[in-house]
């Protein structure tokens, strides 16, 4: 079995998700057993995972494993549901709070039910209170429709430890909370009840993750390929039995991408690249990336270029749009609104675009970072206002429907400090979307082929940017020509292309696995 690691699949995803579930579509055409590993628990799991086409069958939650739900009918749950064990209850219906209160017939209050406007006001959780008026407990439901966890209050109205339930309310996990000397709440420790009913204590959910990865591996022989290198980057070197250990690289290993050989680690892989050669692979997604990898650390370990992307076939297959189809001047950037992004020099770029091309319009697709205060995003409605840009550069939010702005576009502004890859430039010109990017590691300055589908130009030259979106603009047939770039380009991330990369991986895999029976 194939497992991808990672904590979940949340709505609003990242560039991993997306390449995970790629990933998944690519092994099920090629009939091969795989699975994504969830470790945190999230009540809408299964219904965030099933939206992005993750069936049951497919999905593998740490929680779900010991709660006995990784399968479960489904049950629409309202407050009619709900047994407080008391009689003549009244409920009173907050909508704008998405709420209901019941209360007892002298007033007192029983419980808040919050539910989800959204989904038929299906119960999310339920706030019970004691018969002097303070909080308790709540009950988090799984959006399947029933009670998962139990956070129990302390008599200062804090957590004091939590349980995780089964559908028939037998609890097999708990973690705690103690006061540390400096009087803060800090999560001391996990408890297990294993399908056995063999109790287990862990200091950390790391350590109760290590426990449940070695359940999974059983008599071992599975491939692991870690997707999010904090969730066990040091869990995978410690499998008691035989496993394939993949370490996938989603970003710069370094700190500073434009200095790979120097530069202090990028913390999310500090552990896994100084233990290199504990895991049996390590994937990079752009051979620039394998090099400086193989330059630094020297492993004795496997490594493996694998593009995180894949573009369909129906896409590779459909009717190209050409230029005078599409909006003239429009510009997007599909990405978190994050400070690594620098969208901001990509304002400063469509101000001086615009001075010389009125038409012209920058559309930022993507959720909103809250580091410092969503600095990022202050920073593209500061300078929107400061150039008077209102109406020119607009900040869209999230989409799910990228393939119709890219199909309206005519340039894909790129200006991050670092990149692993870049899913949305991949997207971008397989939709015949022109790309104008900074010289960065890793994954723009190999996707775009200079003067072939865009341009590339030196780091942190905004400027450039500007004189090249300019050039572009200003000569139909040179758009037209690096839009036909774009499109033929977009061959390199077929399905069949990318997956010859992943059966070098598996055949390794297989190989090596095979060797450890010996």
């Known amino acids: 079995m194939l497992y991808f690691v990672n904590f979940g699949m949340p709505d609003h995803k990242s560039g991993i998700e997306h390449a995970e579930l790629k990933r998944l579509q690519l092994f099920e055409d090629h009939q091969l057993p795989c699975k994504i590993i969830a470790r945190d628990w ?27 739900t990784e399968k479960v009918v489904s049950k629409h749950l309202t407050v009619a549901d709900l047994d407080f064990g008391l009689q003549n209850l009244t409920t009173q219906d907050e909508s704008e709070k998405h709420r209901y209160i019941v209360k007892r017939k002298n007033g ?30 709540v009950n988090f439901y799984d959006s399947r429709g029933f009670k998962s966890l139990i956070q129990w209050y302390s008599p200062d109205n804090k957590i004091d430890n939590e349980e995780w339930v089964t559908p028939d309310g037998k609890t097999v996990i708990r973690d705690y909370y103690k006061k540390d000397v400096h009087g803060k709440l800090t999560k001391t420790g996990w408890w297990l009840s294993d399908h056995q009913g063999i109790i287990h204590q862990f200091a950390t959910i790391d350590r109760l993750f290590e426990f449940f990865l070695n359940q999974v591996n059983g008599e071992g022989g599975n491939i692991f390929i870690l997707d999010r290198s904090l969730l066990a980057d040091d869990a995978l070197t410690r499998l008691k039995k035989p496993a394939y250990t993949v370490m996938h690289l989603h970003n710069s290993q370094a700190g500073d991408a434009q200095n790979p050989l120097h530069s202090i680690l990028n913390n999310n892989y500090e552990y896994a690249l100084n233990n290199i050669n504990k895991y049996s692979a390590i994937v990079s997604a752009t051979q620039r990336q394998t090099d400086d990898v193989i330059a630094r650390f020297h492993p004795t370990s496997k490594t493996f270029t694998i593009p995180v992307g894949i573009v369909p076939d129906k896409v590779l297959q459909a009717p190209r749009i050409t230029e005078a189809k599409r909006t003239f001047g429009k510009v997007v950037a599909v990405a978190r609104v994050a400070p690594e992004k620098r969208l901001d020099h990509l304002v400063r770029a469509i101000n001086e675009v615009h001075k010389q091309v009125p038409e012209v319009t920058l559309d930022i697709y993507g959720y909103y970072d809250p580091t410092n205060k969503y600095e990022a995003k202050r920073k593209v409605e500061d300078l929107t206002k400061k150039y008077h840009l209102e109406g020119i550069v607009n900040l869209k939010g999230y989409t799910n429907d990228v393939a119709s702005v890219y199909n309206d576009a005519q340039i894909f502004g790129l200006t991050s400090v670092m990149e692993g890859f870049d899913l949305a430039i991949m997207e971008a010109i397989s939709h015949g979307v022109v790309g104008v990017t900074y010289d960065v590691n890793y994954g723009p300055n190999d996707i775009i082929q200079d003067g072939k589908n865009g341009y590339v130009v030196d780091f942190n030259d905004w400027h450039a940017i500007a004189d090249r979106m300019l050039e572009l603009f200003k000569n139909p047939q040179l758009m037209q020509k690096m839009s036909d770039g774009a499109y033929e380009s977009a061959n390199r991330y077929s399905p069949d292309s990318v997956w010859q990369n992943w059966n070098k991986l598996l055949t390794d895999a297989k190989q090596t696995l095979k060797g450890s029976e010996k």
């Open 108 to 137: 007192a209050m029983v419980a808040r039910v919050n539910y989800d406007d959204q989904h038929g006001r299906q119960v999310v959780s339920t706030e019970m209170f004691d018969g002097y008026g303070n909080l308790y407990c």
């Open 42 to 68: 999230n009540r809408t799991l299964h219904m965030t995972a099933n939206a992005a086409g993750v069936d049951d069958d497919h999905l593998l939650g740490m929680f779900d494993y010991y709660q006995h």
